[in-house]
């Protein structure tokens, strides 16, 4: 089963890297659900385990990217992209207004504001 989450997941998420730009925080936070879902109450349909795949492909490009070129945040080394996509799904769920925005631009926003820079 796992092997076949995987497969589905890297299958799925190479035509979306080209679409990322077009990806907003409304469906963001519906895909980031879906991957908290997995960790705390499996079992996932079909729609929900590429939606998981997304967001853990989505947020672990934020996060090694903010490492390897620039610090927009500053995480903990022992911090994991589950508590990351807990914060961004917090972050989207408390600001309503502002679901229509790039994923990316939310996404940052929202781990900038957990994991502030000192």
């Not at 879906?34 to 499996?42: I, Q, V």
């Not at 998981?52 to 934020?62: Q, R, T």
């Not at 090694?64 to 972050?91: G, H, M, Y």
């Amino acid at each position: 089963m796992k092997v076949v989450f995987l497969l589905v997941a890297i299958y799925c998420t190479i035509p979306c890297i080209a679409q990322t730009s077009d990806v907003d925080g409304n469906q963001l936070l519906e895909r980031c659900s879906a991957y908290l879902k997995a960790r705390d109450n499996p079992p996932l349909t079909a729609k929900e385990q590429i939606d998981a795949g997304f967001c853990l492909g989505y947020l672990s490009g934020i996060t090694d990217s903010n490492a390897a070129l620039k610090r927009d945040f500053c995480a903990p080394a022992d911090a994991t992209i589950e508590q990351f996509a807990r914060v961004v799904v917090k972050w989207l769920r408390d600001n309503p207004a502002k679901l229509h925005l790039n994923a990316g631009d939310v996404s940052l926003t929202a781990l900038r504001s957990a994991f502030p820079c000192k």
